[in-house]
């Protein structure tokens, strides 16, 4: 496979359900990202991970919970959501390495989340 | 704090007509410009970038943007649109040498007519 995957493409889950989103990339990069996209706004980055190290959490609430063991993997886990945090989530990968790093992010297709 | 803007949420134009999709942005400096594409159900594909250099820079699918200083823009043309360039477009704008502090637009969404 080449590229970023994300799985699964779609999820449906209750409020009080615990689910995992996944996300791998194979292109080498040593940087990836969770962006959540939601219909009418602007892409929210919510973490970023270089070199397997968190390096922003915007705000995030704790109800998401990210994990990246490998540079290659990156997992959300998701606990006791609330129906607005139904979404695209978009997984992408850079590679963030000084001043050969070029800003430019690789995308997943993203999971289609639906709270219920 | 750095900021883009697309005024159009939603412009449609007929098949082979010409296309020019705004963006205006706001950053300190000399940023790094992007333009990102959205078909349905897909994740962004990078379209362009600009980080330095010729001003009008060539993408993919046959897009064009041009970079303008003076009034902080990075509009993307294609000359001839295809049906199959319906979808949304994304401009971005961000720091150089960080996807971390890329700042993305709200988007806007094509409709091409046959």
């Known amino acids: 496979e080449t590229g970023v995957t994300q799985t699964p493409r779609h999820l449906v889950m209750g409020m009080t359900n615990k689910k995992s989103l996944k996300c791998e990339q194979h292109l080498g990069h040593n940087a990836m990202y969770w962006y959540k996209q939601s219909a009418k706004k602007p892409l929210e980055l919510m973490f970023v991970y270089s070199l397997e190290e968190r390096v922003e959490n915007n705000s995030v609430p704790s109800r998401f919970s990210p994990e990246c063991p490998n540079s290659s993997h990156l997992f959300l886990h998701l606990h006791t959501l609330q129906p607005e945090d139904s979404a695209l989530y978009l997984c992408?990968?850079?590679?963030?390495?000084?001043?050969?790093?070029?800003?430019?992010?690789?995308f997943g297709e993203g999971s289609r989340l639906t709270v219920l | 704090a750095q900021s883009v803007t697309q005024p159009d949420i939603h412009i449609t134009v007929s098949e082979g007509a010409s296309l020019e999709l705004r963006c205006n942005y706001s950053y300190g400096a000399t940023p790094y410009l992007f333009w990102y594409v959205q078909s349905p159900g897909q994740g962004l594909q990078l379209l362009l970038k600009y980080f330095s250099g010729d001003t009008l820079v060539q993408g993919i699918k046959g897009f064009e943007a041009e970079f303008k200083r003076s009034q902080s823009s990075f509009n993307l043309r294609k000359p001839s649109v295809h049906w199959s360039d319906a979808a949304e477009y994304f401009c971005a704008v961000g720091a150089p040498g960080s996807a971390r502090q890329l700042t993305f637009g709200s988007g806007t969404q094509l409709t091409v007519l046959p």
């Open positions: 992408a990968s850079s590679q963030d390495s000084g001043t050969t790093n070029t800003g430019e992010l690789f």
